[in-house]
T-cell receptor
Framework: DSGVTQTPKHLITATGQRVTLRCSPR?????VYWYQQSLDQGLQFLIQ???????AKGNILERFSAQQFPDLHSELNLSSLELGDSALYFC????????????FGPGTRLLVL | EDKVVQSPLSLVVHEGDTVTLNCSYE??????LLWYKQEKKAPTFLFMLTSSGIEKKSGRLSSILDKKELFSILNITATQTGDSAIYLC????????????FGTGTQLKVEL
């Protein structure tokens, strides 16, 4: 158990809908990362937050957004969902956000029908 | 653009065999290389390598980095069925932030 928690575990929704994925980092970690893992793309970085501020952005779609709250938990919002958004979404955390190991949460499996 | 390539894509071995997984990388300013093991769900951290030629070891797993030739290997000796997993190699982005660029992974299956 890495200490990173994610909810929900599984999510099934329809195309066009909006969902929110939630992540709580390990105690003491200030940085949170979101990754998407699909069968054809592997693990892809979406976005990083450090102490509430956006630090780095990957190939995150405009339909997706994220934020990190004062208590350091983070939410990833996915809107206007398409079939291709079906994937595993992982949250990871690290202490400072520069150069150290990231610890991954158990992931949220999203299925868009 | 940072690039990580892993080989082989998959392999099947018998319990007790030794396996070597490969990871080559291309990054602008290298800082470190990380190995993760992914079973059913979340990738779990195995090793972080920063210095060339220094082996990191944990039980039957070991890993070494060659910064001159830009690759790393992960060795697993006396494999067990519980070693069956996808092994991922990653390097931190060399620009701002700390995103990880992952290879596609090596799927290892250990059979009795």
């Amino acid at each position: 158990d890495s200490g990173v928690t994610q909810t929900p575990k599984h999510l099934i929704t329809a195309t066009g809908q909006r969902v929110t994925l939630r992540c709580s980092p390990r105690s003491g970690d200030l940085s949170v990362y979101w990754y998407q893992q699909s069968l054809d793309q592997g693990l892809q970085f979406l976005i990083q937050y450090y102490n509430g501020e956006e630090r780095a952005k990957g190939n995150i779609l405009e339909r997706f957004s994220a934020q990190q709250f004062p208590d350091l938990h983070s939410e990833l919002n996915l809107s206007s969902l398409e079939l291709g958004d079906s994937a595993l979404y992982f949250c990871a955390s690290s202490e400072t956000g520069v150069g150290e190991t990231q610890y991954f949460g158990p992931g949220t499996r999203l299925l868009v029908l | 653009e940072d690039k990580v390539v892993q080989s082989p894509l998959s392999l099947v071995v018998h319990e007790g065999d030794t396996v070597t997984l490969n990871c080559s990388y291309e990054v602008t300013n290298f800082r470190s290389l990380l190995w993760y093991k992914q079973e059913k769900k979340a990738p779990t951290f195995l090793f972080m390598l920063t210095s060339s030629g220094i082996e990191k070891k944990s039980g039957r797993l070991s890993s070494i980095l060659d910064k001159k030739e830009l690759f790393s290997i992960l060795n697993i000796t006396a494999t067990q069925t519980g070693d069956s997993a996808i092994y991922l190699c990653a390097v931190p982005f060399t620009g701002g932030g700390n995103k990880l660029t992952f290879g596609t992974g090596t799927q290892l299956k250990v059979e009795l």
